[in-house]
């Protein structure tokens, strides 16, 4: 079993629509979580950033982490087909440069 | 004005060949890293120096050779190259002492033939 599980998707959500996305995970250690967003042939762009269990807005996009059930969301209001690519969750354990555990990433369409 | 580069951005070679990645951060961090992407998109770490030194290497053959000659760059080494090489390799970079997020390059795309 996967440190980090993730739907792969893909997703499909009509533009406009609140889109969920979610990640689940089994190392109680993990503190730190990321989710990154990532077009075609292009390197991952941080999007969201949170410490433990809370909610953060950014914009359009939440993050929550609901550390007790060991699952984090990220969810994208009035979605735009510019928010067409594939979502990334990750996680570390400790503040530094401990490496990121990432989850496979779900890949998101927006039909205009 | 980049501030995670890679290079090159493609590069097609024949198995067994002998190959080098190059990074390049101007973001003033200390730690960089190589992450491989495969076919499904999973990324997984390689390689973490911090300042020049080696803090992290997974469990990866020891074809692989990273290199940080100074702490902006990160430089990656394949020996006798393997058809299950071909992926996508990232460079990343991190300032620990301000959060720790991670900033990714372009990637690199290897083609092994």
């Known amino acids: 079993q996967k440190e980090v599980e993730q739907d792969p998707g893909p997703l499909s959500v009509p533009e406009g629509a609140i889109v969920s996305l979610n990640c689940t995970y089994s190392?109680?250690?993990?503190?730190?979580f990321m989710w990154y967003r990532q077009y075609s042939r292009k390197g991952p762009e941080l999007l969201m950033y949170?410490?433990?269990?809370g909610n953060k807005e950014d914009g359009r996009f939440t993050a929550q982490v609901d550390k007790s059930s060991k699952y984090i969301s990220l969810f994208i209001r009035d979605s735009q087909p510019s928010d067409s690519a594939t979502y990334l969750c990750?996680?570390?354990?400790?503040?530094?440069?401990?490496?990121?555990?990432f989850g496979t990433g779900t890949r998101l369409t927006i039909i205009p | 004005d980049t501030a995670v580069s890679q290079t090159p951005k493609y590069l097609v070679t024949q198995m067994g060949n002998d190959k080098s990645i190059k990074c390049e951060q101007n973001?003033?961090?200390?730690?960089m890293y190589w992450y491989k992407q495969d076919s499904k998109k999973f990324l997984k770490i390689m390689f973490s120096?911090?300042?020049?030194?080696?803090?992290i290497n997974e469990t990866v053959p020891n074809r692989f050779s990273p290199k940080s000659p100074d702490k902006a760059h990160l430089n990656l080494h394949i020996n006798s190259l393997e058809l299950g090489d071909s992926a996508v390799y990232f460079c990343?970079?991190?300032?620990?002492?301000?959060?720790?997020?991670?900033?990714f390059g372009p990637g690199t795309r290897l083609t092994v033939l």
């Open positions: 990343a970079s991190s300032q620990p002492m301000t959060g720790g997020e991670q900033f």
């Open positions: 190392n109680s250690a993990f503190q730190y």
């Open positions: 949170t410490y433990s269990s």
């Open positions: 990750a996680m570390r354990r400790t503040f530094g440069n401990e490496k990121l555990t």
């Open positions: 973001l003033g961090h200390d730690t």
């Open positions: 120096y911090n300042n020049k030194e080696l803090i």
